[in-house]
C-alpha cells in the first residue's frame, strides 16, 4: 500500500518562497507520474504540476509557470515543489498524488492518480 505525506506548508507574505515535499512509502517508484493538485476553499481540486518519475519530464499549470518548480528525489523517493514569489490567489490545501501506470495518463487529470496524500496548508497573505 503506497502512503504519501506531505509537509511544508505553512503561512507566508505576498512575494515568500516555500517549499513543499512529499515522501512516499509502500514502493519504491521506478516509473509512473507524480503530481501536486491544490484546493482553495469553495473551489474544486486543481493541477498544479507533474513529473515523471522515469526521465524527469515536467509539465505546469500556467498560473504557476515561472514560479513553481516540480522535481523529485529517486533516491529519497521524495517529491518536491518549490514554490516562490507566492500570490494571495496561490492559498490552498497542497495534495500530492501518485500514478503507478506505465502507460501514459492525463497529468491534469484527478481521476488518473491512484494514490493521494493528506494535504497541507499553505496560505498567503498579501
Known amino acids: 500500500q503506497v502512503q504519501l505525506v506531505e509537509s511544508g506548508g505553512g503561512l507566508v507574505q505576498a512575494g515568500d518562497s516555500l517549499r513543499l515535499s512529499c515522501v512516499a512509502s509502500g514502493r519504491t517508484f521506478s516509473s509512473g507520474t507524480m503530481g501536486w493538485f491544490r484546493q482553495a476553499p469553495g473551489k474544486t481540486r486543481e493541477f498544479v504540476a507533474s513529473?515523471?518519475?522515469?526521465?524527469?519530464?515536467?509539465y505546469n499549470t500556467n498560473s504557476v509557470q515561472g514560479r513553481f518548480t516540480i522535481s523529485r528525489d529517486n533516491a529519497k523517493n521524495t517529491l518536491h515543489l518549490q514554490m516562490n514569489n507566492l500570490k494571495p490567489e496561490d492559498t490552498a490545501v497542497y495534495y500530492c498524488?501518485?500514478?503507478?501506470?506505465?502507460?501514459?495518463?492525463?497529468?491534469?487529470?484527478?481521476?488518473?492518480?491512484?494514490?493521494w496524500g493528506q494535504g497541507t496548508q499553505v496560505t498567503v497573505s498579501s
Open positions: 513529473i515523471q518519475w522515469s526521465g524527469g519530464s515536467t
Open positions: 498524488a501518485a500514478s503507478t501506470s506505465i502507460r501514459s495518463i492525463i497529468p491534469t487529470a484527478l481521476n488518473a492518480y491512484e494514490y
